[in-house]
């Protein structure tokens, strides 16, 4: 079930080699700010109360034109004038916005270009991808068949630190992955791709959509809207193959299989 969000957020500001290192550990993070956060600790309370999270997007504290980050608060302790917040993981957003989108709660002005204090309560933008209070779903329905390939940690860990679309090239003909990707793309859902460690046959650790297939004589080059890390640790063990119905085996080291789509991924939505 797609995580639902309520209709107000936080946005503050964070030096962005604070939030990249943030995003690149892929684990939760703790934060402070020299300001009390009463209203944010009110809005997370209401939000923990009714089992629905609360957004909270990071703008760029040199740059006060640029936000590139966001995360579910967990906990706000304030300590005299000073707050301490939690938050799940910080994702990069999935495309370039500004703070300026922003529509402040109280005024209903949207945040001015010269903006540049650390707090402000906002509206829950639709642009993050999840189902707001009161608002209509916009997560990505997936297919119910995946690919599963491996590739080198380094460049799964760099590709999901910079964020960005990315192409690789496999040496295997993918006709079926191919396949899948236009009957998913005909039915307007995602087809999820995961890769496994090339090192390591038991980690399972990154995942992403794809976008694009294109065989080249005996080469496979393929696009993937972003590469995220998985929330919690799995094993491509835990995939079952499309054709046979079984586990992939523990020594399985092929770099490219279809699998049924885990429930683990079905759940994360349009993250």
């Known amino acids: 079930m797609a995580l639902e969000l309520l209709e107000h957020c936080v946005y ?9 290192k943030a995003a690149c550990d892929g684990n939760p993070t703790t934060l402070r700010e020299s300001k009390a956060w009463v209203t ?7 939000a923990q109360a009714a089992n629905i999270g609360l957004a909270i997007l990071f703008g760029d504290a040199t740059d006060c034109s640029r936000l590139e ?3 579910l608060l967990t906990d706000i302790k304030i300590k005299l004038t000073q707050t301490v917040y939690s938050v799940d993981k910080i994702r990069r957003l999935s495309s370039s916005h500004a703070p300026q989108e922003l529509v402040l709660k109280n005024t209903g002005n949207r945040i001015a270009t010269k ?11 639709d642009f993050i991808g999840y189902r707001i209070a009161g608002k209509m779903s916009v997560a990505v329905k997936l297919s119910e068949h995946c690919i599963y390939t491996i590739l080198h940690p380094s460049k799964l860990e760099k590709a999901a630190c910079d964020g960005n679309p990315k192409t690789f090239r496999e040496s295997k003909v993918w006709v079926t992955g191919r396949r899948l990707l236009e009957h998913a793309q005909a039915a307007n859902i995602g087809l ?9 046959c038991s980690r399972l650790e ?13 080469q496979t080059v393929y696009s ?19 054709r046979k119905g079984n586990p992939i085996a523990a ?17 994360l939505g349009n993250e």
């Open 40 to 46: 944010g600790r009110n809005l997370l309370e209401d």
């Open 224 to 242: 993937v809207d972003k590469i995220r890390r998985l929330p919690s640790s799995h094993a491509p063990q835990e995939l079952v193959l499309k």
């Open 206 to 218: 990154y995942w992403g959509l794809l976008t694009h297939v294109k065989i080249k004589g005996t």
């Open 192 to 200: 999820p791709i995961l890769f496994g460690d090339a090192t390591d």
């Open 251 to 267: 020594n399985f080291i092929r770099p490219y299989a279809i699998c049924n789509t885990p429930d683990f991924i079905a759940e």
């Open 69 to 71: 980050y966001w995360g």
């Open 12 to 20: 503050t500001i964070v030096h962005p080699s604070t939030l990249e």
């Open 115 to 125: 903006f540049i204090r650390p707090y402000a309560i906002c509206n829950t933008p």
